[in-house]
C-alpha cells in the first residue's frame, strides 16, 4: 500500500527555517516524480515544486513563488522526501503535502503537514 | 504561465442531481487536465486524470470532457458523500497550476 507522511510543520518566525520531511512506502522511490503542493488557509492549491525520479537524474524544480527560497531533495536510503524552507515569509503560511506523480497526475498524497509563519 | 479558470465557485443542488464544473485554460493543455476532490480536513483525492480517465475505484457516476481548451466534470446523480471542494489541474507544462475550486454543497 502506497503512504506518504509529512512531517516538520510548525510555528517559524518571518525570515526563518523549517524542513518538512515525507516518508514514503509502498513503491519504489526512485522510480517516481515526487512533488510539494501548498495550501493557505481557506484557499486553493498551490504547486510548490517537484524532483524528477531517477531516470531524469532527480532534477528539481520550482514555482516562482519559492524559487531561490526553498529546496526539495531525497534520502533514499531512507525513502524520504524533504523540503528544507529558508527566509520564510508570512505568505508561506499553509498546509504543505507532498504528493506522488503517475503519469502526469498526482495518484496519491499525504496528509499535510502545516507550517505557520508569524511573529 | 498558464491559467485554469473554474466556474461556479461554489454550487448548491439536491440529492440527485447531475451537477457540472467548467475549467477553461489559456492555451491548448492537450488532454493533461486532472480533476481531484478534497473533502473538509483531508488531502485532495485524485478522481479524473487524463481529461477524462476515470481513477480505479472511483465511482461511475463521476465522468470528465474536453472540448478544446474548455473541460468539464460532471457527478450524474449527487450523493451525500460528494460535499466537498473540486480542483482541477493543468500537467502540460510548468508551472503546473490549478483551477480556484468549486465548492459543492447539498441543497
Known amino acids: 500500500e502506497v503512504q506518504l507522511v509529512e512531517s516538520g510543520g510548525g510555528l517559524v518566525q518571518p525570515g526563518g527555517s523549517l524542513r518538512l520531511s515525507c516518508a514514503a512506502s509502498?513503491?519504489?522511490?526512485?522510480?517516481?516524480?515526487m512533488e510539494w503542493v501548498r495550501q493557505a488557509p481557506s484557499q486553493g492549491l498551490e504547486w510548490v515544486g517537484r524532483t524528477k525520479h531517477k531516470s531524469d537524474s532527480y532534477i528539481t524544480e520550482y514555482a516562482a513563488s519559492v524559487k531561490g527560497r526553498f529546496t526539495i531533495s531525497r534520502d533514499h536510503s531512507k525513502n524520504l522526501l524533504y523540503l528544507q524552507m529558508n527566509s520564510l515569509k508570512t505568505e508561506d503560511t499553509a498546509m504543505y503535502y507532498c504528493a506522488r506523480l503517475y503519469d502526469r497526475q498526482n495518484d496519491y498524497w499525504g496528509q499535510g503537514t502545516l507550517v505557520t509563519v508569524s511573529s | 504561465d498558464i491559467q485554469m479558470t473554474q466556474s461556479p465557485s461554489s454550487l448548491s443542488a439536491s440529492v440527485g442531481d447531475r451537477v457540472t464544473i467548467t475549467c477553461q485554460a489559456t492555451q491548448d493543455i492537450r488532454n493533461y487536465l486532472n480533476w481531484y476532490q478534497q473533502k473538509p480536513g483531508r488531502s485532495p483525492k485524485l478522481l479524473i486524470y487524463g481529461a477524462s480517465n476515470l481513477e480505479t475505484g472511483v465511482p461511475s457516476r463521476f465522468s470528465g470532457g474536453r472540448s478544446g481548451t474548455d473541460f468539464t466534470f460532471t457527478i450524474s446523480s449527487l450523493q451525500p458523500e460528494d460535499i466537498a471542494t473540486y480542483y482541477c489541474?493543468?500537467?502540460?507544462?510548468?508551472?503546473?497550476?490549478f483551477g480556484q475550486g468549486t465548492r459543492l454543497e447539498i441543497k
Open positions: 509502498g513503491f519504489i522511490f526512485s522510480d517516481h516524480y
Open positions: 489541474q493543468q500537467y502540460y507544462a510548468l508551472p503546473i497550476t
